[in-house]
């Protein structure tokens, strides 16, 4: 039988209960997600690519099916260097489909043997994001409801540095 693998992609600054619930969704039907935290320099992440990554990999110890690797190529290269033909990402609402429509016809015209599956997640999820996160954690709000306890603490330690 076939191994199924997928890759999920994305900057992970920092994971969020949205990113796993998506996660998760996935390691029911696929035989191993690789999360791929893109180092994205340019754009300009509050954690270092070796912070995002050590967040993911505590968050998701205990699930089996998952691992957690880093790259910083174009994602279609990395794909086909870790012969997976699957991209998996999780749309929240309407104002995510434009940009995740484009970003997935582009990997097509890149390589067209690559398929982007779209999860939906959790409603309880759908408002979350890293940036939202982020701008909370740094006036002093409560993040504790939207992600792992690593990155609650990673979180206050970095704006308690600023
Ligand atoms: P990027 O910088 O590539 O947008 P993110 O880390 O923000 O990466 O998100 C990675 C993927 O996870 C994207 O497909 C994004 O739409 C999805 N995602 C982010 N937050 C949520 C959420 N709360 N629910 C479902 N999917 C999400």
Redesign the pocket.
């Known amino acids: 039988m076939k191994t199924r693998r997928a890759i ?6 920092p994971v ?1 209960f ?2 796993i ?2 996660i998760k969704r996935a390691a029911n039907f696929v035989d191993e997600v690789i999360v791929a935290v ?1 180092e ?1 320099e340019n ?1 300009k992440p509050l954690f270092t690519s070796d912070e995002r990554t050590h967040m993911l990999m505590e968050s998701l110890k205990d699930h089996p099916g998952v691992r957690v690797e880093s790259f910083d190529c174009l994602l279609v290269d990395y794909a086909q260097e870790r012969k997976v033909n699957v991209i998996l ?4 609402a309407i104002s ?1 489909f434009e940009f ?1 429509f484009q970003m997935a016809l582009m990997n097509r015209r890149l390589k067209p043997n690559l398929e982007t599956v779209f999860l939906t ?1 959790s409603e309880d ?6 940036r939202l996160v982020k701008e909370v954690a740094r006036l002093g709000g409560d993040v504790r409801q939207f992600v792992p306890e690593i990155a609650v603490q990673a979180l206050a330690k970095k704006f308690a540095e600023k």
């Not at 999920?8 to 600054?13: I, L, R, T």
């Not at 990402?89 to 929240?92: A, I």
């Open positions: 999920y992609p994305g900057s992970f600054d969020t949205g990113h619930d998506v893109a994205n754009k990402r999780g749309l929240r995510d995740e997640p999820v759908t408002f979350l994001s890293s």
